[in-house]
């Protein structure tokens, strides 16, 4: 390894990222250039603000892993991810939310629910779950970068851990969702480049798609007794139906994310950054090809990691990525192993500016989110007054959120951390999924409807997280404490994913509620959904 | 097909694909539309 050259590529790295966070700085001059940048973004860096933000290393390195043990079935995800997570995204959420945010100025995701139901209870409790659940999942990508720095820089975990938090804080405090955007643009590319190599590279290795698709369908025969046990029939088979993998690709990574993507307060937030609809247009094209190239390439290298494994040590990947240290084998290890011991050594650093653009830029929307949160919505002036310094607020929010997700960063147990995205995507969409969705789209839906909704939502995902889900259940341990065993109920609610009972749960509560409560007020509901767009107040053009 | 003998997952790797191009289509046919 050629540490001169290494050293080189990140001070270039770091120096352009810099550089795009003080052209943010020069620019934010107003409360909306901090929350929407704006809102007269272009629509390729809006889509790769969204794409690089959505896709973090645990999507990279953690579910590209998890493609190592459960083969090509999780390109259901990839499908999920690419028609839910960005066309029926965009089209059908994204170009609704603007119409709706902007007739409602309304700035973050909270502030829009709050004001589409007309309740101060509904911005300041979805808040309130981003503010503490949301730190959750930002301390997961930041365990996950430190790790991975720590190993290829050669760095103290802890020093790498704040070396992170402080440089990606400075560019969000200075330059809010603008030095967030325009960073995830430069990021996004990266990533982009990154993974469009790998492709390349191990089809080549491997001697083209047919070969190395036929040679991972091969291996089925060395599949060992322990997998098939739990349903795993190859790499390029789906799992034994309702076996307990089927339960794991199908509810936790299919539906967990696939569907909890739609529900993401830092995604949804990117949609009121344009112009009008046309951009969201424009962008469906840039946000389909960039979420193809990052977990459809990631799923199909990480399967088709077996393929080299066997070839060169005689192992599957679960089995290579044996850790010496435990003893244990560890999906997160299947695809830094592939990188440093299949790809030529250039391709390793290009693959670590790859990892650190993808944990950047999806730390950065986290910090913007958890401090607007904390500081717009949970502690808002009164309507009608505004802060006196609102850009200091949205700064000191930032702080607030930055020192909890590095306290957690120290402090979560490395078990914890697997579970971290799912659980925040899952109560995501069980608590905010519906109310949203009816926001959107339907006019009957009543505040009393929205606000059992996210109780029923939240309380049902903690519930089964807590007591039910043993991936949740046995990290946070509460039942093991209370009941003396780890999960309550025995197979299939131990694989059962909390959002397949806590989303129906909290959707048939938005409707039976709202069907026998008062109507929101019908001005309201003209204000909300007449089609003017308004460019937002006090924007200044790019 | 695609060397993949399970019809769940070649679908799923064709699907892929497919709404790919469904995003890129869209946004061509409605490039200009404020729609």
């Known amino acids: 390894m050629n540490s001169a050259l290494l050293y080189v590529i990140v001070a270039l790295y770091v120096a352009a990222v810099a550089g795009l966070g003080y052209l943010a700085y020069s620019r934010t001059k107003s409360d909306k250039d901090y929350l929407i940048a704006g809102g007269n973004v272009h629509p390729v860096l809006m889509a790769l603000a969204y794409g690089s933000t959505f896709i973090s290393t645990s999507a990279i390195v953690g579910f590209g892993g998890n493609a190592g043990l459960f083969g090509m079935s999780l390109l259901w995800l990839t499908f999920a991810n690419i028609f839910v997570g960005i066309f029926l995204a965009f089209v059908f959420f994204g ?14 995701f ?14 300041k409790y979805a808040a309130a779950i981003i503010a503490i659940a949301m730190p959750l999942y930002a301390a997961a990508v930041m365990i996950g970068a430190s790790r991975f720095l720590e190993q290829t820089l050669r760095i103290n975990y802890n020093v790498a851990v704040l070396v992170f938090a402080v440089f990606v804080a400075a560019y969000v405090m200075t330059g809010g969702l603008k030095g967030v955007v325009y960073t995830d643009a430069l990021q996004g590319t990266i990533m982009f480049v990154g993974m469009a190599l790998l ?17 991972l369908t091969g291996l089925a025969a060395k599949l060992p007794e322990s997998l098939a046990a739990k349903g795993h029939q190859g790499w390029t088979s789906m799992p034994a139906f309702l076996s307990e993998y089927w339960w794991v690709v199908v509810s936790t990574i299919v539906m967990g994310v696939g569907i909890g993507v739609l529900a993401q307060p830092q995604l949804i937030v990117r949609y009121l950054t344009v112009k009008s609809p046309r951009e969201l247009n424009r962008a469906v094209v840039v946000g389909g090809i960039f ?28 089995m290579a990525s044996v850790d ?159 009941f003396g065993k780890p999960a309550l109920f025995a197979f299939p609610w131990t694989v059962v994913d909390p959002i397949v009972i806590a989303l129906p749960l909290s959707s048939v509560t938005m409707v039976v509620v709202s069907l026998v409560t008062e109507p929101v007020e019908q001005g309201l509901l003209n204000r909300c959904f007449q089609k003017k767009i308004l460019a937002p107040a006090g924007a200044a053009a790019e | 097909m695609l060397g993949i003998p399970d019809p769940q997952i070649w679908l799923a790797y064709l699907l892929c694909l497919l709404s790919a191009g469904l995003c890129v289509a869209y946004g061509a046919v409605k490039w200009n539309s404020h729609d």
Not at chain 1, 110 to 123: C, K, M, N, T, V
Not at chain 1, 199 to 215: F, I, N
Request: aromatic content about 10%.
């Open chain 1, 95 to 108: 170009k609704k939310t603007l119409v709706v945010g902007r007739n409602l100025d309304a700035q973050t």
């Open chain 1, 110 to 123: 909270p502030e829009f629910l709050g004001r589409r139901y007309h309740s101060a209870f509904i911005q």
């Open chain 1, 199 to 215: 492709l390349v590279m191990t089809y080549a290795k491997l001697g083209g798609p047919l070969a190395a698709h036929q040679a």
């Open chain 1, 291 to 318: 979420i193809l190239m990052m977990t459809g390439v990631a799923f199909v290298v990480g399967a088709l990691t077996n393929v080299y494994f066997d070839q060169t040590v005689g192992k599957i990947s679960l």
């Open chain 1, 324 to 482: 010496p240290a435990t003893g244990k084998p560890n999906v997160d290890r299947i695809i830094p192993l592939y990188i440093n011991s299949a790809m030529p050594v250039w391709f390793t650093y290009v693959f670590m500016l790859t990892l650190i653009s993808a944990a950047m830029s999806t730390l950065s929307g986290q910090f913007h989110v958890i401090g607007t949160s904390i500081s717009r919505d949970l502690y808002q002036p009164k309507s009608g007054q505004t802060a006196r310094d609102p850009l200091l607020l949205n700064r000191l929010g930032l702080v607030a959120g930055l020192v909890i997700t590095v306290w957690l960063s120290f402090k979560l147990p490395a078990g914890i951390i697997a579970v971290a995205t799912a659980i925040f995507f899952g109560v995501c969409a069980a608590a905010f999924l519906p109310a949203y969705a009816a926001g959107l789209y339907w006019k009957r839906a009543t505040r009393a409807g929205a606000i059992a909704s996210m109780l029923v939502g939240s309380a049902t995902s903690l519930f089964m997280l807590m007591f039910t889900y043993a991936k949740g259940s046995a990290s946070l341990g509460v039942a093991q404490a209370l």
